[in-house]
């Protein structure tokens, strides 16, 4: 179990790399150069010249990729534009020298509001996603199959953006059924919190639900068949019971492997859904960054997307063999 | 024996619902089953018998099935066809329960065998807390053979003799007053269905209940059951004691059931009664083949073949130190459990698997590296087919009949796409299909009729050595009766030499002139056929035939209790 923990965290470890290194590439691949934006439209090339050393861009990329991994592990100290030190404690992802701060702090800045959306979306996921799945296997063929297969599927055809304006034009700004959507912190108030998130919270969950919804279907049709789960009802348990105890936990294991996928990519972000309704998660910082040039934030967030994806994958893959104990961890 | 049945059936008749409308499965059958009595139920695949089981159970599922007719339980009567499902919950796994088939896809491979038993019995004794669940489940292990420290344990670590026995145990557990048992020791090895057998038995005479086994083996009725019931296409043909019905059957159908199955009394090489041909004309002629002219045609030599380990697991062998030959023209036959290596000697042959060491040498050349050169492996398939167990898996679904007998001949021979043509539409005629199934696709056909072609396949390049691995294992007693009547008689007319696996001791009697014992990897015994079975030299050939289920034992007596090994 040890060894394997350890292997995971190494594999971990190179994806990060790998990743880190491509969007590190970027600086050099983009064809605008960080110390102009940074520098402003107004340097003259002295001035440039003297970011360009104090950004550390002089050096050669090898030696900038190791500083900025070494800054990760180690924390590090960068120059700010006119070569005052900053502090940069570890883990360092950076200085973003249009945001004037580090890029870590930029990033744990809007995570809240992101895992704010991530954990209620994934209610919602659970909720409609597995749950109408499950009730339309326990009900195969007959109407509440169809209707829930129907209903998911308008969810699977819709866009978060076509949705998300509706719904907040029919419900808060027509008829004010709901406050417009805001992210309060939830140490203000968990009721706050959650009715400023409630249609967010919806749209995401009910857009994404379908695949959850097909996939749990299959997966407990395909279970049912088993002989396990007719020895549970050939025992005396009656059908609900069999299916939930014995159908499901043989469905479990692609669904938990998705749900971590899933879980990963929704705390790296949901820009569409952020955009929408006006929430400043990191999503909306990502995209910011690359629309604004701020190279230190794009490589800092795609990294901690990275991390959050490879986090949840290996936490799933746990899970399920947990759940499986013929699944060898290996 | 009271009066009253444990078990009464009436005019049992099963329907299911499907898209191309109703299916009778199961018409107008009535039996009753006496406290500790045991009914066998025999027929074939798609008799009905498995559905009158569960019907037993009620567990058809009630929107696909109609379930007509009533089946009565003893004591209080109930009807357990249109019981609520209240009241069948309370008679499942308390006064009628099951023993699957399959016991490893029977078994949650989710939860340890310990907690499935003590499931069964909590869910009838609702008060019984979690330690005295856990302590029946224990005791009721070591009842069947299991020591209670292995209740931990999950399926899959268990042999397919112990899953078994929990599949019983878990049936026994709340002490039924009737059991169903459907097909409980197919798939096991002779050996350890024989044990699985007389543990069922002693478990059941203990507590009288009356058990009704469902079964196509004929051999396994035989030795377990009282009375017998065949089964025919949903109608119950005929029923009756058990001796009597093997000995002097009325129907037509058990006469040939009970005749298909080769038995270690069959005269061997005899053409095989079929449901068709319930009295098959013998050769008149004496067998042509009776002397393989001499010469060694292929052999392994000291034959080691190890299976890596898993990870840094050390390598398993899984055939250590083979020494055999098929001589020219002769059928050599390969037997052993599963596990010992049969189907691994099979493929170095073909040169599909690479020997770890020793010498695999066919028609004198040394073929061992066959596994890793494409172009060595070629021409060795081009004298050494294969024909396969499983004839649902080994047909390419997407194929016609025609691409699939054609495909060796467009590898291996120059002949043009008419001619190929020509030569399948002659080698179905020769496995007795017609040129008109050329154009048709595996799923149109039966079993026999699947295996017929894929012997046609093997046929196609007019190999010198055919390998069967299992032939006919997979198949009805009846359709396996012709099979084996077709490769006796192709045998015959093209001059084959074969290496035949199986581990059916009376198939390979029957249809083998030597006969190789294999355990573990290892070879036992090696000799003629009529050596081998009159006089074992090997102990363990002998414990192989004494497990060995014969039609009525002579006397009528229980055949001699085997001590459980392993």
């Given at each position: ?10 594999q ?11 969007a ?44 900025y ?5 180690t924390?590090?100290?960068?120059a ?11 883990p360092?992802?950076g ?39 499950l ?13 829930l ?6 969810g699977?055809?819709v ?10 034009f ?15 912190p ?17 749209v995401?969950g009910f857009v ?5 919804a ?8 395909e279970?049912m ?10 025992k ?6 069999s ?11 692609p ?14 972000g ?19 960054a ?41 | ?31 009753d089953?006496?406290p ?8 074939e695949?798609g008799s ?16 696909r099935?109609?379930v007509?007719?009533?089946v009565?339980?003893?004591g ?10 209240s ?18 896809d029977?078994?949650?491979p989710?939860?340890t065998?310990?907690a ?36 931990s ?5 268990l ?11 878990m ?14 020791t ?19 005479s ?33 029923e ?17 059931l009970?005749g298909?199955?080769p038995t ?10 079929t449901?068709?041909?319930p ?24 034959l080691?073949v190890?299976h ?9 062998p ?7 030959h ?21 493929r ?10 020793g ?14 050169d ?7 398939s ?5 024909v396969?167990q499983?004839?649902y ?7 016609t ?10 590898i ?5 796409r008419s ?25 149109e ?12 396949r093997?046929?196609a ?59 573990k ?21 002998r ?23 392993g």
């Amino acid at each position: 179990m040890t060894r394997y923990l350890l292997k995971r965290v190494a594999q971990a470890v190179a994806v990060l790399l790998a990743i880190s290194a491509t969007a590190f590439g970027l600086f050099y691949a983009a064809p605008s150069d960080p110390a102009r934006i940074a520098c402003g439209p107004k340097c003259d090339s002295a001035q440039l010249a003297a970011v360009r050393t104090s950004m550390g861009l002089d050096q050669p990329i090898v030696s900038q990729f190791t500083d900025y991994v070494g800054g990760i592990v180690t924390g590090r100290t960068i120059a700010d534009v006119d070569g005052t030190p900053i502090p940069c404690p570890a883990p360092c992802l950076g200085y973003s020298y249009t945001l004037h701060q580090p890029v870590l702090a930029a990033i744990e800045d809007r995570l809240p509001v992101t895992v704010s959306i991530a954990v209620g979306a994934l209610a919602v996921i659970l909720v409609l996603g597995v749950g109408s799945g499950l009730a339309a296997a326990l009900r195969r063929g007959r109407p509440t199959d169809r209707l829930l297969s129907g209903f998911n599927l308008l969810g699977a055809s819709v866009q978060i953006y076509f949705l998300g304006y509706v719904l907040q034009f029919l419900l808060v700004y027509s008829t004010g059924l709901f406050a417009p959507p805001r992210y309060v912190p939830f140490a203000d108030g968990p009721g706050q919190w959650a009715l400023g998130l409630v249609l967010p919270w919806l749209v995401l969950g009910f857009v994404n639900a379908a695949v959850y919804a097909r996939l749990t279907r299959s997966q407990m049709l395909e279970t049912m068949h088993h002989g396990y789960v007719r020895t549970a009802r050939a025992k005396g348990l009656g059908t609900l019971r069999s299916h939930l105890k014995y159908t499901a936990r043989g469905a479990a294991g692609p669904l938990v492997q998705l749900l971590g996928l899933e879980v990963g990519a929704l705390l790296g972000g949901a820009f569409i859904t952020e955009t929408v309704f006006g929430l400043g998660g990191v999503g909306k910082l990502a995209v910011d960054a690359v629309t604004g040039n701020d190279l230190p934030t794009v490589v800092g967030t795609v990294l901690v997307a990275a991390f959050f994806v490879v986090l949840f994958v290996a936490l799933a893959d746990l899970v399920v063999a947990w759940l499986d104990p013929r699944v060898r961890l290996a | 024996m009271s009066d009253r049945p444990a078990l009464s059936v009436r005019d049992l008749a099963v329907t299911f619902r499907t898209a191309r409308g109703p299916v009778s499965a199961v018409r107008d059958v009535s039996f009753d089953m006496a406290p500790g009595e045991v009914l066998g139920l025999v027929g074939e695949s798609g008799s009905g018998k498995s559905t009158i089981g569960l019907a037993a159970l009620a567990l058809h599922d009630p929107a696909r099935t109609r379930v007509q007719g009533a089946v009565r339980l003893g004591g209080d009567g109930l009807d357990l066809v249109g019981a609520s499902e209240s009241a069948l919950k309370k008679v499942r796994g308390a006064r009628v329960a099951m023993v699957f088939q399959d016991a490893l896809d029977a078994l949650s491979p989710y939860h340890t065998i310990g907690a499935q038993i003590a499931e069964a019995y909590r869910v009838h004794h609702p008060r019984a807390g979690r330690g005295e669940a856990k302590e029946r489940a224990a005791a009721m292990l070591e009842r069947v053979g299991i020591p209670a420290a292995r209740a931990s344990d999950h399926p899959h670590h268990l042999s397919g003799g112990m899953r078994q026995r929990v599949v019983i145990a878990m049936a026994l557990i709340n002490d039924p007053a009737v059991l169903i048992a459907d097909e409980p020791t197919t798939a096991l090895d002779a050996r350890v269905q024989h044990q699985v057998l007389d543990l069922i038995g002693e478990l059941r005479s203990e507590a009288g209940t009356a058990m009704l086994l469902i079964t196509h083996d004929v051999g396994v009725v035989a030795r377990t059951c009282d009375r017998m019931l065949v089964m025919r296409d949903g109608e119950a043909l005929e029923e009756g004691p058990t001796e009597r019905l093997l000995t002097s059957p009325a129907h037509p159908y058990t006469k040939a059931l009970i005749g298909a199955a080769p038995t270690l009394d069959t005269v061997p090489g005899s053409r095989l009664p079929t449901v068709d041909a319930p009295e098959p004309r013998q050769r008149t002629e004496a067998r042509l083949r009776a002397a393989p002219a001499p010469g060694v045609l292929a052999e392994v030599r000291d034959l080691r073949v190890d299976h890596p380990g898993r990870r840094r697991a050390r390598p398993h062998p899984a055939v250590k130190g083979v020494s055999l030959h098929v001589a020219h023209g002769e059928t050599l036959g390969l037997v052993g459990e599963s596990g010992s290596g049969k189907s691994t000697i099979a493929r170095a042959l073909t040169g599909l698997r690479r020997p770890t060491s020793g010498e695999v040498r066919f028609d004198g050349r040394d073929v061992s590296g066959a596994a890793t050169d494409t172009r060595l492996r070629r021409e060795l398939s081009r004298d050494v087919q294969l024909v396969f167990q499983d004839p649902y898996a080994s047909l390419n679904p997407r194929h016609t009949v025609e691409q699939i007998v054609t495909t060796p001949l467009r590898i291996h021979t120059d002949l043009d796409r008419s001619e190929r043509g020509r030569r399948a539409a002659e080698l179905l005629e020769q496995v007795g299909l017609s040129p008109s199934h050329l154009s048709r696709h595996p799923h149109e056909f039966s079993g026999g009729q699947r295996q017929r072609i894929g012997i046609a396949r093997a046929l196609a390049v007019r190999p010198r050595l055919v390998i069967a691995d299992e032939p006919v294992s997979a198949l009805d007693v009846s359709v396996q009766a012709q099979v084996l009547n077709l490769l006796m008689d192709l045998r015959e007319e093209l001059g084959l030499s074969l290496l035949f696996i199986s581990h059916d001791l009376a198939v390979v009697r029957h249809f083998c002139d030597r006969i190789a014992v294999l355990k573990k990897g290892e070879l036992v015994e090696v000799g003629p056929r009529d050596a081998v079975f009159d006089s074992p030299a090997a102990p363990y050939t002998r414990e192989l035939l004494a497990a060995f289920p014969h039609h009525l034992p002579p006397g009528g007596g229980r055949p001699q209790h085997v001590a459980p090994v392993g």
